[in-house]
């Protein structure tokens, strides 16, 4: 078929714009994003312009409508607005992997399930074995949580080499790692609870799956009972973000039921569409009912668990998670007084549960399991294999640091907690790094024709 030549400037903005969206899909360039993020906040917060830092994330932004207003800081709006988005995206990665995914077979799940449980509860212990006050206890499970965008994106930097069950073991066990960190945020994180909060939560859950039932299928008229939902859960003492992981587990799996296969129905409108456009006696307004029942078939083709996933990554990868780390990793070495006893153990003991607790607990669970022949190493993961996914495992990065700012109110203990985070994330990003070289170099040596 004979194709129109273009303009060269539309031709130059298809590429362009074909490129960047690949581009945006590289998991290793979203965790340099959010890396990025985290420095210059580091800067500002440490630079002469720290009040212009504290100043915009406390700035009040407001909605209303007629009397009724409500008000809250933009550090609200991204942390408990925002994220809420993010964790929709970690409850459908979670709906995804339960459905077909690592997670859909439970002979396959069990040893990343169990290596997560004991990368959850080393570092915990760890943290608790340092820290003997009471008001540094809350900080137990902040060591004990995931990264699932660095700790993927760092793996990625180290190329095709690695096999690619490492990198399912490591998903899996980061998304199960994530499950825990919803509960614990749930269940030791939330204050307490005002249970009329969760009839309106109730509501949103209802109008959801009234929607559902009823083959609605556009993500956008699901907004409004996500925000009850929200407001819910906001009302109930609950972490608000928590809506988001209930609505990722509650979208579909499956397309909509449709009366005929959504293939059959794109093929059958697109010819009724070509004829009608070639009619000689055409009207262009005849063209749009075939093309809304086009656009409804082509949504079709794709669950929803996919299509809104794939809609919001971008979003949250490039927007919202480096937002986060810009409002929240900003943390000022000018209000830290490590002399102090409480900021000095708790710094310690995040960073250390990050680089050590978190491989120890993964490696020697894992050891244990498959020592016993409870469990077997997926095809493809060398001990090797392991021991790198224990290390990336210690990055926890952005879901430590908004369980460090449930856990400590004080300044003086929410900015080691923070620190520890960003030096404990550090240096576990760099040990997988350096170890994933020396085992690519290891396998190029034994094997010389697959490093050409």
Known sequence: MQ???????????????????????????????????????????????????????????????GSFTFSRSLHFWINDGLMTVFFLVVGMEIRREIHEGALSNLRQAALPMIAAVGGVLAPAMIYLAINHTPDTHSGWAVPTATDIAFAVGVLALLGKSIPANVRVFLLALAIIDDIIAVLIIAFFYSGGLDYSGFAIAAVGILLVLGL???????????????????????????????????LGLMTPVYTMPMRERPLERVSRITDELIGR???????????????????????????????????????????????????????????????????????????????????????????????????????????????????????????????????????????????????GSTFAAVLGLAWGVFVMRQGNARNPARGR
Not at 219 to 237: F, K
């Open 3 to 65: 194709q129109n030549p273009l303009p060269r400037a539309q031709r130059l903005a298809e590429s362009a714009f074909a490129n960047l969206e690949r581009f945006l899909h590289i998991e290793a360039v979203s965790g340099a994003v959010l890396l990025v993020a985290a420095i210059v906040a580091l800067i500002w917060a440490n630079s002469p312009a720290v009040d212009a830092y504290d100043a915009l994330w406390h700035a009040p932004l407001s909605i209303g409508i």
């Open 212 to 246: 559902q039932k009823i083959g609605v299928g556009t993500a956008y008229a699901y907004v409004l009972p996500g925000a009850v939902t929200w407001a819910g859960l906001l009302m109930t003492g609950a972490h608000p973000t928590l809506a988001g992981v209930v």
């Open 277 to 423: 456009a070639q009619s000689p006696e055409r009207d262009s307004s005849d063209l749009m009912p075939p093309l809304k029942s086009l656009r409804h078939a082509q949504r079709e083709l794709v669950p929803p668990v996919v299509r809104v996933q794939q809609a919001l990554h971008p979003w949250v990868a490039y927007g919202i998670m480096p937002l986060f780390a810009l409002a929240n990793a900003g943390v000022s070495f000018h209000g830290i007084d490590l002399a102090a006893e409480a900021p000095h153990w708790v710094l310690l003991g995040v960073a250390t549960a990050l680089i050590v607790g978190k491989p120890l607990g993964i490696i020697s669970i894992t050891w244990l399991m498959v020592r016993l022949g409870w469990c077997a190493l997926p095809s493809g993961v060398t001990w090797r294999g392991v021991i790198l996914i224990g290390l990336l495992a210690g990055i926890g990065f952005t879901m430590s640091i908004f369980i460090a700012m449930l856990g400590f109110s004080e300044p003086n203990l929410l900015g080691p907690a923070k620190l520890g985070v960003l030096i």
